[in-house]
């Protein structure tokens, strides 16, 4: 990698980060959106001309090209792309910072945007949003629901402050801390109206000719569910959906007769309201363990010092225990 045409020794990370203003940031932020001088001028209100002054400035400063000028916008290079995501980290950090100060000042707890998965996790997540809303009634909670490839970018990103989910690459365990929360089982359920409900015990083989719903491939609930049909050397022979919304999966197995993998906890109260129906099938397997993933080597606010520890103490109970 070279630095084009800024020749010289390496520039300190901390001279850098000394020499780039807030208002470099927000440019860059801007510009990484839209890969565009003319429309980051516009959002910014200022010239074309003081834009592509202010891009410059930052590459002296970083002594790096950041951007290829192409005819039709602006394409970042590997450089590039490292500080788009420094600007972004940074801002997300700026505005928490705001958010949190603000409410502080004005006799509240702050705020905690909490990222969590579909599923088993739903049940420990509600019941620890009541009691620490009991426990501080003025923090401000924002929860964001999401599958944990997704959730770990927003982790990374400073977008929330904590998840509930899964590592879904060993290289992340090098910025994040993991601590388990619970296992999940799993059940194959369908619509009420389903031929199969009440049927003795079926087998993978007999439920592979029927239509699935699953999540997609990306998660850790279809790997397990392709591991299923795969290690059977069964194929799915007639229709497949894919989606993460539990919503869209619960709807359409009302409307039509397709099978769904879903996580035991989630699909519970759902059968015992008369909405869905279990599907009897063994199911060798579970889905990993989920838990509380945190930045790793960053001590958490108060805010979410005490959401931990009553996600803790919840997760510690029988389900049908939490409050």
């Known amino acids: 990698m070279t630095s084009g045409p800024f020749p010289g020794k ?56 950041l951007f290829e000028r192409l005819s039709r916008g602006m394409r970042p290079n590997e450089l590039g792309l490292f500080t788009l995501r420094y ?49 501080r009634p003025l923090l401000v909670l924002k929860v964001l629901e999401q599958s944990s490839d997704q959730l770990i970018d927003w982790l990374a990103e400073r977008k929330i402050d904590l998840m509930i989910g899964r590592f879904t690459d060993d290289a992340q365990r090098t910025q994040f801390q993991y601590e388990r929360l619970s296992s999940e089982p799993l059940q194959v359920v369908a619509g009420v109206h389903h031929p199969l409900r009440g049927a003795r015990e079926q087998g993978m083989a007999e439920l592979s000719h029927w239509p699935w719903i699953l999540y997609p491939p990306s998660t850790a609930l279809r790997k397990v569910s392709d591991d299923i049909f795969g290690r059977n050397g069964l194929a799915l022979a ?31 109260r759902y059968i015992h309201k008369g909405l869905l129906a279990r599907i009897p099938v063994e199911l060798p397997d579970r889905m990993p363990d989920y838990g509380l993933i945190t930045r790793l080597g960053e001590p958490p606010t108060p805010a979410a010092q005490a959401f931990i520890d009553v996600l803790r103490a919840v997760a510690a109970l029988p389900t049908e225990a939490a409050p």
């Open 10 to 65: 390496p520039l300190s990370l901390a001279q850098a980060c000394a020499r780039l203003r807030f208002r470099h940031l927000q440019f860059l932020d801007i510009l990484g959106q839209t890969r565009n001088l003319r429309l980051t001028a516009e959002q910014m209100h200022i010239t074309q001309p003081a834009a592509t002054k202010i891009l410059m400035d930052i590459e002296e400063i970083l002594e790096s090209r």
């Open 87 to 135: 600007a972004a980290a940074s801002l997300a950090g700026h505005r928490k910072f705001v958010e949190e100060f603000n409410a502080l000042k004005q006799g509240g707890h702050g705020h905690l945007t909490i990222g969590a998965i579909t599923g088993s996790a739903a049940h420990v997540l509600i019941a620890s949003v009541a009691e620490i809303q009991r426990l």
């Open 238 to 268: 007639s229709g497949v959906v894919e989606t993460p919304s539990f919503l869209f999966a619960l709807e359409m197995m009302q409307a039509t007769d397709m099978l769904s993998l879903q996580p035991a906890a989630l699909v519970e």
